[in-house]
């Protein structure tokens, strides 16, 4: 049991059943997926472009959220924040999953055919940023700077456990600071490579904007569903309760109107200046059952958890956050679906079990990073000079 002024800590072990779960969907997941490779290698691979990419939102973001509480000396956030740290470390199975990607890179990216590129003069004029060789540059070096961002924001909070030493929050507000506009254009360039030159003709001056509304919305989901589960069974302090939550409701709600705000603003402006160049992808996704899924994804990512969180009760409910939480976890998915596979499947929606196995994949790896990085850690960071504020936090 650890005290930090009047705030009592007892770190209790996560159960193993978690971890269990978490191998057998990771062996289920990883079984499926190499046997997709073997079947048929495209489609497989297209869906660990969503699988990826969703994971990356969800590690990224919460990097994104560390950096925000420190910037603005949020106080609500404090007794929660371990949990986005946790949360963060997902970034470090990207390249498990990215390798394979780009061993069979020619399945998923046109531009990657040189007899392609030399027919076609757009893909010629964006040749010298379209390339292989710069491509795979460019992904290591984000990975990279979201790991070193990472190592900066982590070792200076779990160092803060043991020393209590505020000069370390200042030292994370400097390095929040440095983070904001390396995130910013990583987060937008990641978004361009992976996503958007799935098909190169098209561009969207506003998408890497679109992937960050998502991105952010997914960490916050996945933060508020654990935060939640955590503190009802006993795992995080005493005193946390409706106002923390209410916070927690609140961003889900406000980002879920920022990614429709910005959803819409991007369909409304390429359809305005009615381009063919841009009018052809959404032309794509209202073929077919692709029509159907594009008018989905308004009741999907914004419909539904509009509703689910527009009373400001439910914002206090923490059975209705979990809910959302998961909801909105899913409509990224949902979202990040619907601008990738089309690519693969012009005529309709895919859907067997290809598309089922890397969700099993990545929930069972999710399980495992969040179980180990959480056993050795506090999963409160009671160092934290502002934690008794967090914790007495009230509207």
Do not use: C
């Amino acid at each position: 049991m650890i005290e930090n002024q009047q705030i009592l800590y007892h770190k209790k072990p996560l159960p193993k059943k978690l971890l269990n779960l978490g191998l057998l969907l990771f062996v289920v997941g990883l079984l499926g997926t190499i046997a997709g490779f073997f079947v048929d290698s495209a489609r497989i691979s297209f869906n660990l472009v969503v699988l990826t990419t969703w994971l990356a939102s969800i590690g990224i973001g919460s990097l994104f959220f560390i950096g925000i509480e420190y910037l603005t000396g949020a106080v609500w956030s404090v007794p929660f924040r371990r949990v986005a740290e946790i949360n963060s470390a997902i970034i470090f199975v990207l390249p498990i999953l990215i390798v394979p990607i780009i061993l069979n890179i020619h399945s998923l990216y046109h531009w990657t055919h040189i007899e392609a590129v030399q027919n076609d003069t757009i893909l010629k004029n964006k040749a010298p940023y379209l390339n292989e060789t710069f491509f795979i540059i460019r992904t290591v070096v984000f990975i990279f700077l979201w790991f070193l961002f990472y190592y900066l924001f982590i070792s200076n909070s779990r160092k803060q456990d043991s020393t209590s030493d505020q000069k370390l929050t200042k030292r994370n507000s400097i390095v929040s600071a440095a983070f904001m506009p390396v995130f910013a254009i990583s987060l937008t360039f990641f978004a361009i490579d992976w996503l958007m030159s799935l098909e190169p003709h098209w561009y969207s001056t506003i998408f890497g904007v679109y992937y960050f509304a998502g991105t952010f919305l997914a960490s916050l989901g996945a933060f508020t569903y654990i935060s939640i589960l955590l503190n009802e069974k006993g795992y995080l302090v005493e005193g946390l309760g409706p106002d923390h939550y209410y916070s927690m409701g609140a961003l889900l709600f406000g980002f879920t109107n920022f990614w429709a705000y910005i959803a819409f603003s991007q369909f409304m402006l390429i359809w305005y200046a009615n381009l063919p160049e841009e009018t052809f992808w959404f032309i794509n996704r209202g073929v077919g059952s692709w029509f159907y899924m594009s008018i989905g994804i308004i009741l999907v990512k914004f419909i539904v958890p509009y509703i689910l969180l527009l009373p400001q009760p439910a914002k206090m409910d923490p059975k209705r956050l979990k809910i959302a939480a998961l909801w909105i976890l899913f409509a990224h998915y949902y979202d990040l679906f619907w601008v990738v596979m089309p690519t693969f499947s012009k005529n309709g929606i895919p859907f067997n079990w290809f598309e089922l196995v890397p969700i099993v994949l990545g929930l069972g790896l999710f399980i495992m990073v969040f179980y180990y990085v959480a056993s050795k850690v506090n999963l409160v960071p009671i160092g934290d000079p502002k934690l008794r504020r967090g914790v007495e936090f009230h509207l």
